[in-house]
């Protein structure tokens, strides 16, 4: 039998809890269910807040926004079995982004397992693909350390996703007088530093280069981060790149970067992956002269590059993204050559096209480009106002047209659904602030319960649902790939999706006039409430700047 809050006595569910305080822990993304009931227990007058919410995966979803807009470590909260397997795709999501998300599942008890306990399930090996790192606790001893681990690895070298399966035997167990609690030092990350000779070579090799860049990953994304690469860039006076689309290189909110990217001769790959996103840094993305640099967390990304890029791979560093960033920066010899080749890149990158504003769409449909350009007056209008960005087509069109001091995007992961959590916490942690989500119809079906968590939680931002009745997307590559007499399965239906918002409580607003549009945002946003502006939209394809 669980032991119960009027049983005083503390358990491992107690230890767990005094462990998430000693790190610092404010907030927890869970949804309940019977192998965590001993946690929920334990953390009544804890002082650390619960967002219970309607459905594992938007919980790591919101971990995760948590996480990349905070710079503190995202946990979610989920119970055994079904209920890890529902939080899995979002962990994929926030270790592809680089954000440092804890995964505590609960688990059939130890004393019951390989005997059929109920929900027992290899949950470590589950997440293990995806993750960092991913175990299942084993002793009552062992279980504090091992939550410290989980944050130490989270934000170590590439941060990233972590997983812990806890028993829930280890939960109720009775906490041991003698029970050590991690310290300090337990929770730190690691940090691998580089040589000075290293860094000068670097330079050295960077600063020589014609049509230099350095390009980041996502970990680099953040408001505070941006503003790191931007430092570094005025110190080197060498184009500095965050990306952290799927669409990489032709990420519409780099504009036509990618023509500038086949100019250079030196690029540096500083944290970023050389993957897709990059087209595996291989011609004709990249000239065929072009030397590369690597500095990067993990050695296997080393390895990896090595093998792939053989000579053109000139320098390989083993060493922490951010540590780097600061080393450069302070060993940089102001230099003026590269001027004409960084207002080159940034010109390319600002592209877009002016036919944009004036394009027309039929009676009935809003064109998004005209749209976020009324949009963009609410972000510009706080310092800290969020973009959040979900979905196919009508998400890189906001990505292409849409600028905030804080961007949450699905990320290199490319799994759409998570706009909705993602909102929730934007709004949780920049209160006050305008919380602009862009979505399409089809990615609002993925996590639309959690405007009701938003409404419980009196979390209030301003969804734009792109509705063009279509999976576009997909429905763009059959056009594209199989010909437009062989589109099949992508239509939807131009749902009311203002009244699902409404009836959870929320507001709710429908337009197709452009002349409408800013005042029915305003309303959403007066509204205090999650609200809803259901935007009927043509079946664009997604922008093209690299043609
Ligand atoms: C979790 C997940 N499932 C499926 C996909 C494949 N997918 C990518 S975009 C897309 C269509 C999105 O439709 P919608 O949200 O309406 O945006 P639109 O493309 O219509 O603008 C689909 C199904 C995916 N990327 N992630």
Redesign the pocket.
């Known amino acids: 039998m669980p032991l119960t809050s009027n049983v005083i006595s503390k358990r491992g569910a107690d230890a767990i809890v005094e462990t998430l305080k000693l790190a610092g822990v404010k907030t927890i993304f869970t949804l309940s269910g019977n192998h965590i009931m001993p946690i929920f227990d334990a953390l009544i007058d804890s002082g650390i807040r619960l967002i219970h919410t309607r459905h594992e995966a938007a919980a790591v979803h919101m971990a995760d926004a948590y996480a990349r807009l905070t710079g503190e470590v995202g946990i979610a909260l989920v119970t055994g079995g079904p209920g890890h397997a529902n939080a899995i ?1 979002a962990l994929y999501t926030a270790q592809m982004a680089e954000s440092p998300v804890i995964l505590i599942s609960g688990h059939a008890p130890l004393s019951q397992l390989g005997k059929g306990a109920f929900q027992e399930m290899e949950q470590a090996e589950l997440a293990k693909p995806i993750a960092k790192a991913s175990w299942l606790s084993n002793s009552i001893e062992s279980l504090p350390f091992d939550f410290a681990k989980a944050v130490s690895i989270a934000k170590s070298g590439r941060p990233g996703a972590v997983h812990l399966s806890i028993p829930i035997d280890l939960l109720e167990a009775q906490y041991p007088p003698t029970l050590k609690l991690p310290t300090e030092k337990d929770f730190l990350s690691t940090i691998e530093t580089l040589p000075k000779d290293s860094i000068e070579k670097i330079l050295q090799v960077l600063t020589s280069a014609k049509k230099p860049l350095i390009l980041t990953g996502p970990q680099m994304q953040s408001k505070a981060g941006r503003l790191q690469l931007t430092r570094l860039e005025e110190a080197l006076g060498i184009p500095v790149i965050g990306m952290e689309s799927p669409r990489g290189i032709l990420d519409p909110s780099l504009g036509s970067f990618a023509q500038v990217v086949a100019q250079s001769d030196c690029v540096l790959f500083l944290g970023k992956k050389i993957d897709f996103t990059v087209k595996f840094a291989q011609s004709p993305a990249f000239s065929d002269a072009c030397q590369f640099l690597q500095i990067d967390p993990d050695l296997a990304e080393i390895e990896k590059a090595k093998i792939m890029l053989n000579q053109k791979l000139v320098l390989t560093c083993n060493a922490e993204v951010k540590t780097v960033i600061q080393a450069l920066i302070e060993m940089a010899q102001i230099n003026n050559t590269h001027e004409d080749w960084c207002a080159i890149v940034h010109k390319a990158i600002k592209y877009r096209p002016e036919s944009w504003l004036t394009a027309s769409v039929s009676q009935g449909f809003v064109h998004p480009a005209k749209a976020f350009a009324q949009i963009q007056t609410i972000l510009d209008s706080h310092p800290d106002s969020v973009l959040v960005c ?6 890189q069109w906001a990505q292409a047209c849409l600028d905030a001091p804080h961007r949450v995007i699905n990320g290199v992961a ?4 998570a706009g909705i959590p993602f909102a929730a916490v934007a709004s949780l942690v920049k209160a006050g602030a305008p919380i602009v989500a862009v ?6 079906g ?1 996590h639309c319960a959690e405007i009701d968590t938003a409404v419980r939680y009196r979390l209030p931002y301003l969804l734009i649902i ?1 509705n ?1 009745a ?7 590559i059959q056009l594209r790939d199989y010909g437009n007499d062989r589109t099949i399965g992508c239509e ?1 239906l131009p749902t009311r999706y203002e009244e699902v918002v409404k009836g959870f409580g929320g507001h709710g607003e429908s337009t197709n006039d452009l002349a409408d549009l800013l005042p029915a945002c305003k309303r959403a946003l007066a509204s205090q409430l999650p609200a809803c502006l259901n935007m009927m939209i043509p ?1 664009l394809a997604a922008p093209n700047l690299n043609p």
């Not at 979900?390 to 998400?395: L, M, R, S, T």
């Not at 279509?470 to 763009?476: L, M, P, R, T």
Request: proline share 0%; hydrophobic share 30%; net charge negative.
């Open positions: 795709s979900d979905g196919g087509e009508i998400g490319g799994a759409i659904g979505m399409g119809d089809g990615s609002f993925f792109g063009d279509c999976w576009n997307a997909e429905h763009q939807l079946s």
